[in-house]
């Protein structure tokens, strides 16, 4: 992240690509805290929820678009499901 990227009292969004283990997210919100600024919400287009990732970001909102469980199949969310579902399965074969 830049220096000066984050003003002081800002709200952010943090967005990323996978939620894993949560480590992640979770550094990115206390980089932004650090910053002075406050994560509102997370956004990421998978989740993998057998690592509990969530429970890292201690109730922080999590948004997500594919909800990937095991090593197959997967559960989809959000105005885009049947493009993000065919995405998600080519990924998944
Ligand atoms: O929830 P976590 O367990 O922290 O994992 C999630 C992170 O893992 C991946 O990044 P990775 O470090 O694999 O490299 P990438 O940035 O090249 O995708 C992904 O892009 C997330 O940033
Ligand atoms: N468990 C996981 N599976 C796929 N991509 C990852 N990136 C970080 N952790 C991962």
Do not use: N, Y
Request: aromatic share 4%; proline share 2%.
């Amino acid at each position: 992240m830049h220096v000066g990227a984050v003003r002081q009292g800002q709200r952010v969004l943090l967005v990323d690509d996978l939620i894993a283990t949560g480590g992640t997210l979770r550094a990115g919100v206390e980089l932004v805290q650090k910053a002075g600024g406050k994560v509102v919400e997370a956004a990421c287009i998978i989740e993998l929820p057998e690592l509990k990732g969530r429970e890292k970001l201690e109730g922080l909102p999590l948004f997500v678009l594919v909800e990937k469980e095991g090593l197959r199949g997967c559960s989809v969310f959000g105005s885009r499901s049947a493009q993000v579902s065919g995405w998600a399965k080519s990924v998944d074969s």
